[in-house]
């Protein structure tokens, strides 16, 4: 996934309406540049601060990371339960159906 033919290939897909599907155990598996391009991630638990504090850094997350870290552990409590985020439109959700509201 370190391939520059991936980078340019999330960079250009905007352009031609696509939908690219990355999937990865691990955020350091893209370059930096490549995680600014992606839309939604899907956060299942188990993942480290560490790699948590690189995604926010590197997805140009737009809430604190201390919050970023809260919506993570209370989305991923459950089991099969994930963290959606929407870097488009700035959304934090529980799964797809509850939508978390972040009071400025």
Do not use: W
Request: hydrophobic share 35%; charged share 25%.
């Amino acid at each position: 996934l370190k391939y520059n033919s991936v980078n340019t290939l999330l960079k250009h897909n905007r352009h031609f309406k696509l939908s690219t599907i990355c999937s990865t155990h691990h955020t350091n598996t893209l370059k930096p540049e490549a995680l600014k391009q992606i839309d939604f991630f899907l956060l299942f638990k188990g993942i480290t601060e560490d790699r948590l504090k690189l995604l926010h850094e590197h997805a140009a997350l737009s809430v604190p990371f201390n919050t970023f870290c809260k919506l993570y552990e209370n989305a991923t409590e459950e089991q099969y339960s994930f963290l959606f985020v929407d870097t488009r439109n700035d959304m934090f959700r529980k799964k797809f159906d509850k939508m978390y509201v972040i009071k400025s």
